[in-house]
């Protein structure tokens, strides 16, 4: 190739790249909203199973991502539900936000799990209740994030024996 070809195939390629760096910023600058990214994350597909309990799936596997993970089960008539979820993705930090997420992730409202009548949650043996739990966010942090909800067929003793705890 000659000289001439070389440099008008550089400067072809350097115009090309300016062209194509504030295509980019243009689009980026103009196109792009934080409340667009943000209804993209969090609205469910219309397309995604829904469930209408808890008992109806889980969230299987082992979060690699150090201790900031919980472990929730859900006692069913049909069995226990164990679920890992990473707390990376909370933006405060409460065992109500943990549920909610987990919720929106899994398919099902939230208020089967917060209505009193149909669900009791523990933290090993503290109750979890709406607004008069005393369990803050560095108690599941230190019990490894273990958070049990019982179908209203269960009791506290029927976790204590589960666990074999004495």
């Known amino acids: 190739m000659s000289r001439k070809v070389i440099i008008t195939y550089l400067i072809f390629l350097f115009?090309?790249?300016?062209?194509?760096?504030?295509f980019i910023r243009y689009r980026q600058n103009h196109l792009f909203s934080s409340k667009a990214l943000e209804s993209i994350i969090s609205t469910p597909s219309q397309w995604r199973t829904k469930y209408l309990s808890p008992c109806d799936a889980i969230i299987s596997?082992?979060?690699?991502?150090?201790?900031?993970?919980?472990?929730?089960?859900?006692?069913?008539?049909?069995?226990?539900?164990?679920?890992?979820?990473?707390?990376?993705?909370?933006?405060?930090?409460?065992?109500?936000?943990?549920?909610?997420?987990?919720?929106?992730?899994?398919?099902?409202?939230p208020s089967e799990v917060f209505d009193e009548k149909k669900w009791t949650c523990y933290l090993g043996r503290k109750i979890l209740i709406n607004n008069q739990s005393k369990v803050t966010w560095d108690d599941i942090a230190t019990k490894k994030g273990s958070i049990d909800c019982l179908n209203p067929e269960y009791t506290l003793n029927y976790l204590i024996q589960y666990y074999g705890i004495k």
């Open 15 to 22: 115009i090309f790249s300016v062209f194509i760096y504030f």
């Open 61 to 109: 596997g082992d979060p690699n991502i150090g201790d900031n993970w919980v472990k929730i089960s859900f006692h069913c008539p049909q069995g226990v539900k164990n679920s890992t979820f990473a707390t990376t993705v909370l933006r405060e930090k409460s065992w109500k936000n943990t549920i909610n997420e987990y919720a929106r992730i899994i398919g099902f409202p």
